[in-house]
Nanobody, 118 residues
C-alpha cells in the first residue's frame, strides 16, 4: 500500500484546510486509516483515524469539534477536514494505514505541511 498526502498549505488562524490521502494498492475492509502530525521540535502525535469498513472514527482531543475525518471508498482516499485552525495546529501531517485495529501502522505517506499564522 502506498499513501500520498496532499492539501497542506499556509492559512490564517480561524481558516480551514482539507487534507487528502490517496491510497494505492489493495485496501482490505479491516484497514484503519489514520492522520498524525509532527510539530517542530515535538514528537509525532495521533490526530484521527477511520475504519475503512463501517467508517467509525476516533479523534484526539486537540481536534474534536474542529476536525473531521472521512473516506471515499471508490477513490480509496481519506480526507481530514480541518476547521477553526489554530497556530498550534502547525505541523507536518502524515497519513498512515494499518491492517487491523490492533496492529501497528504499517504504511506511511510522505507528509504535507500545514502552517497556521496568527
Amino acid at each position: 500500500v502506498q499513501l500520498q498526502a496532499s492539501g497542506g498549505g499556509l492559512v490564517q488562524a480561524g481558516g480551514s484546510l482539507r487534507l487528502s490521502c490517496a491510497a494505492s494498492g489493495r485496501i482490505f475492509s479491516t484497514y484503519v486509516m489514520g492522520w498524525f502530525r509532527q510539530a517542530p521540535g515535538k514528537e509525532r502525535e495521533f490526530v484521527a483515524h477511520i475504519r475503512w469498513s463501517g467508517g467509525s472514527t476516533l479523534y484526539a482531543d486537540s481536534g474534536k469539534g474542529r476536525f473531521t475525518i472521512s473516506r471515499d471508498n471508490a477513490k480509496t482516499t481519506v480526507y481530514l477536514q480541518m476547521n477553526s485552525l489554530k497556530p498550534e495546529d502547525t505541523a507536518v501531517y502524515y497519513c498512515a494505514a494499518k491492517r487491523t485495529a490492533i496492529s501497528q501502522y504499517d504504511y506511511w505517506g510522505q507528509g504535507t505541511e500545514v502552517t497556521v499564522s496568527s
